[in-house]
């Protein structure tokens, strides 16, 4: 018989790597390994939907902006 402490901290190893398996899936069931955060937001980005009230906000906060003034051309020309 194993000392509880050893029990107690196999019983928690095991519930976290079934746990990381969970999340790791995708719906479609498999496991999914990307290279780069940007890949992973890509792929998030594609399966995650916008809630319309926030588009709305957005694009309204987006209209609401003023553009940009253009730099002058003399500070354009120094870079």
């Not at 519930?15 to 390994?33: D, F, I, K, P, V």
């Not at 980005?45 to 253009?70: D, G, I, Y």
């Amino acid at each position: 018989m194993k000392p509880p402490s050893t029990q107690l901290r196999h019983q928690v190893t095991e519930e976290l790597a079934a746990e990381q398996a969970h999340t790791t899936t995708t719906q479609s069931g498999t496991a999914r390994e990307f290279a780069t955060p940007e890949e992973l937001l890509r792929h998030d980005r594609t399966h995650t939907p916008v809630p319309p009230a926030v588009s709305e906000r957005l694009e309204q906060s987006l209209a609401a902006e003023k553009p940009a003034k253009p730099k002058p051309w003399w500070k354009r020309l120094g870079r």
